[in-house]
């Protein structure tokens, strides 16, 4: 048993315990046949990240469902990792390298690939250690990265399978390009900024006529890739164009003008220039009417060959100059005019995206979706909350075939080869290694791996059970039980995720997947480093301590809806520690005068009958809330039962006994008091791990190496469920607080002891006799169904029982009944001013609606304390 110090400081305890934890083992999950197994997998954090309050919701829901279900006896296991983060890594490390004057191609891709493993192992990965400060109790020795040699091996191995399949193959798209890091990215990778820029009015001349035909665009250097101009069917004012002839400016190239639903008739000009190589609404109309497909951008977003000579080599944008200014000299703009609008970014290099048409490699995706589709919709797999199953199979029903290939070098390495012999140029042989020999021609010594490595999902989506190197692990711990991802990755890795397990497991990969919502600031803005507005976690867990921060997290979150945060919320959380803190001293401070107490529940008394009853309906209620997934109305349930029914009322039931002469009653108290802390403390555990570590250790002397992890929160006992002690109770509470209000109404100091008069004989009351003179200070209660008001004196209705507090000789009557009078006539005075003002049909129609608003709700607020007083002042007639 340790000693409580006086005063709660996190930073005293929370790296010692979770060292402590980490020496023991209390996070290793095994292979146990005596028991259930409870398994998550994390999220893999990018190996680059660092941790955000997004990091910290999203780690604290799963630690609270891993300590949850290790304390109702499961075998629990969280298994930790990161992903490799293609694009970011070697962004950072391209960075790095240019700082260093060095360039990556000059080095070439082992030498690159050497330093990426370099920079991975100095900086990669902080993100984990910082998952520790928050207390997460992850399976550390469990912990994987994406491109550990085995893991490698099985995303290898996927792909080739898939290839032998049938399912994997090369084809020409339009996809989306990061000229920064000159690859294709997914459409996760891209983001949306708004942006200033301008809309453009080009004339199109129509061949052999005088007419134009005017088109609208936010990027002029496309305009070389047009292969038509497209009109809506229904345009009467352009329809007489459709099947005409425009001759492309600059060019000089003959394009279509076609009928398509795409153009609108009621937006811009009515038509619209279609570039079926450059965006990706074009390339769907270019697919209806069989148009040709021109690409004129390099990889460096440079215009290619495919533009008049004049125009190649330049970057995109000193191209789009050169457009506008050029078709100004033939006075072919009509108009330009100040535009916003949504910039498609990539998320890594921060610059504006292109569409280009590539080749790619593709996995089929319509024959996956099936039984994907098929485990969410009948229940196998939950969705929490619900509405996500909406968005799911929206997108599985319209799914593309996936783009797998990334024109990076960090990353799974594409398994497909070539041979460069003459002949030979069809051949792709896909295999887990290099073959020995072209399958072809069977020469050894010209065969070359594809360039290309893989998109980060194509590895991530087998994480659920490629996690657990063992067969024996995999039987045990697969499928696992929740996943807690935000929706915003439900197609690119849930869906995903689904699909693997259910082609290579033959089963789901999660029976449970809880989408956590966004972290906002108080204005509802998306948390960022840019508004400087995203505190750094680890700062917040410095000042408040780990435990305050997860209790705000937790408390601020209903199940998938976004939440308001703000630093000074961990205040609650803080306040609530130094609650527990203060009371666990108090008890121990009693329990030194009576050492030898054990933990024992008691039901001697009516006041140990409820908190036993409020115990165990709070035991039900979290294991309900935590079964739905409401956590947040889980910890609601622990919080009011600690704050509310343990310390601000049974606690100070409990002190008339703690002083009590009688050893027994003193002996019963204090150990049904321990009884009841010891549970709740469990029952928090999950939430606030660390101080219920210290307070646990702290109330009772432990055997070594024993741990709060260790112990169990036991199941709702129905025996000591005592619904009318429940109901009573709260008819006490209230009695007690009108007593109190009436007290302080009356300024009644707590040295003056009352009388009470209860119009009642209800013989469950009578059993809190003890409790209300206790709390309330009354030194008399009169229990009389037919007893009459007593002369001067307060009265309050309680659950329709009346009460009566009689006052002669506790308080100055006249001077009270003065005082009382000149406040009724003070409010009254306020009132009439006010109500000559909303009388004032001038001011009323003038004033600000919140100041009207503001006027009314003091002038009810006037009206109920007048009815107060005077109800005051009938008591001393």
């Known amino acids: 048993m340790s000693e409580i110090s006086k005063t709660y400081d996190p930073t005293l305890i929370e790296d010692r315990i979770y060292a402590e934890w980490l020496k023991k083992g209390y996070f290793k999950g095994k292979v146990n046949k005596d028991k259930k197994p409870y398994t998550i997998v994390i999220p893999p954090p990018n190996v680059t990240g660092m941790l955000t309050i997004g990091h910290v919701l999203n780690n604290t829901l799963q630690d609270v469902f891993i300590r949850y279900h290790k304390l109702k006896g499961f075998e629990t296991c969280w298994v930790p990792g990161t992903d490799h983060a293609s694009i970011a890594t070697e962004a950072k490390v391209t960075a790095m390298l240019k700082e260093q004057g060095i360039d990556k191609k000059q080095i070439g891709r082992d030498a690159f690939l050497d330093k990426a493993k370099e920079w991975k192992d100095k900086y990669g990965g902080m993100i984990i250690q910082q998952l520790k400060k928050l207390g997460c109790a992850c399976d550390w020795e469990r912990e994987r990265f994406t491109m550990d040699d085995d893991y490698y091996k099985a995303v290898i191995d996927t792909f080739v399978d898939l290839y032998k399949k049938g399912l994997i193959y090369k084809g020409y798209r339009l996809v989306n390009w990061c000229p920064a890091s000159m690859s294709v990215i997914s459409d996760e990778e891209v983001e949306f900024i708004e942006n200033k820029g301008h809309l453009w009015y080009f004339k199109y001349p129509i061949k052999d006529s005088n007419e134009f035909v005017t088109v609208a665009t936010t990027r002029p250097e496309t305009m070389f890739g047009d292969t038509a101009v497209a009109i809506h069917p229904d345009n009467a004012r352009l329809g007489h164009l459709i099947g005409r ?6 060019v000089g190239r003959e394009i279509p003008i076609i009928a398509d639903t795409h153009a609108d008739p009621e937006k811009g000009t009515g038509a619209v220039k279609i570039t079926p190589g450059h965006d990706p609404n074009d390339n769907i109309v270019g697919q209806r009417h069989g148009l040709a497909v021109i690409n004129v951008m390099n990889p460096n977003a440079t215009l290619n060959d495919n533009v008049p000579e004049r125009f190649r080599g330049l970057d995109r944008f000193v191209a789009r100059k050169k457009v506008v200014a050029e078709l100004q000299e033939l006075g072919l703009v009509d108009k330009i005019e100040p535009h916003i609008n949504q910039l498609s970014v990539s998320q890594r290099g921060k610059e504006p995206i292109e569409y280009l048409m590539s080749e790619q490699w593709y996995l089929k995706m319509s024959e996956l979706v099936k039984p994907a589709l098929e485990v969410v919709n009948n229940g196998t797999i939950k969705f ?28 799974h390495r594409i398994p497909v080869y070539y041979c460069s012999n003459e002949g030979c140029e069809t051949v792709r042989m896909a295999a887990s290694s290099k073959p020995e020999k072209c399958e072809k021609c069977g020469s050894s010594d010209h065969i070359n791996q594809d360039e290309d490595v893989l998109d980060t999902w194509a590895s991530s989506w087998i994480w659920p059970y490629a996690v657990f190197k063992t067969q024996e692990e995999q039987d045990y711990f697969y499928p696992t039980d929740l996943l807690i991802t935000g929706p915003d990755i439900i197609f690119f890795w849930v869906a995903r995720m689904i699909m693997a397990g259910m082609e290579y497991k033959h089963e789901i990969p999660f029976k449970d997947v809880y989408f956590n919502g966004m972290v906002r600031d108080e204005q509802g803005r998306k948390m960022s480093k840019s508004l400087g507005n995203s505190p750094d976690p680890l700062d917040v867990i410095k000042e408040y301590g780990a435990d305050a921060l997860r209790f705000t997290m937790i408390r601020l979150t209903p199940v998938g809806n976004d939440i308001m945060f703000s630093t000074d919320k961990c205040e609650i959380g803080r306040n609530f520690a130094n609650k527990l803190w203060n009371a666990a001293r108090f008890l121990m401070m009693n329990k030194e005068k009576n ?72 002996r019963s108290v204090l150990e049904n008091a321990f009884y009841n802390f010891d549970i709740a403390l469990r029952l928090l555990h999950p939430f606030m791990p660390f101080i219920t570590e210290e307070l646990w250790h702290g109330i009772e002397e432990r055997e070594e190496g024993d741990s709060i992890m260790l112990s169990t929160i036991p199941e709702p006992d129905m025996t000591l469920i005592d619904v009318e002690a429940e109901t009573i109770m709260e008819t006490v509470k209230e009695l007690i607080g009108k007593i109190r209000v009436i007290r302080a109404e009356n300024t009644i100091p707590l040295s003056k002891t009352l009388r009470l008069v209860l119009k009642t004989e209800n013989e469950d009351l009578k059993k809190f006799t003890s409790v209300i003179k206790f709390l309330a200070k009354i030194e008399d209660i009169v229990f009389d169904k037919n007893a009459d008001k007593p002369k001067l ?85």
């Open 384 to 411: 929490h909350p619900e509405k996500w199953i909406k968005t799911y199979n929206h997108w599985l029903e319209n799914v593309q075939d996936w783009c797998l290939s990334r024109q990076l070098w960090w990353g």
């Open 595 to 666: 050492p030898d107490i054990k933990q024992v529940c008691h039901t001697e008394f009516i006041e140990d009958k409820w908190i036993n009853s409020r115990l165990n309906h709070t035991i039900e209620t979290v294991a309900e809330n935590v079964k739905t997934f409401q956590l947040n109305d889980a910890l609601k349930a622990i919080y009011e039962f600690l704050w509310n029914d343990m310390c601000d009322w049974y606690i100070e039931m409990a002190k008339s006994r703690f002083q009590s002469e009688n050893e027994e009653e003193r």
């Open 245 to 250: 002839t425009a001759v492309l400016p600059l």
């Open 793 to 877: 004196s307060a009265s309050e209705m309680v659950n329709g029982i009346e009460l009566f507090i009689p006052l002669e000789g506790i308080i100055d009557l006249g001077a009270e009944k003065e005082k009382i009078e000149k406040e009724i006539a003070r409010l009254e005075g306020i009132n009439s001013g006010i109500n000559k003002k909303l009388s004032n049909e001038q001011f009323v129609s003038n004033a600000p609606e919140a100041v009207i608003n503001k006027d009314k709700e003091k002038l009810n607020n006037n009206i109920e304390s007048i009815a107060k007083l005077k109800n005051n002042l009938e008591n001393f007639l």
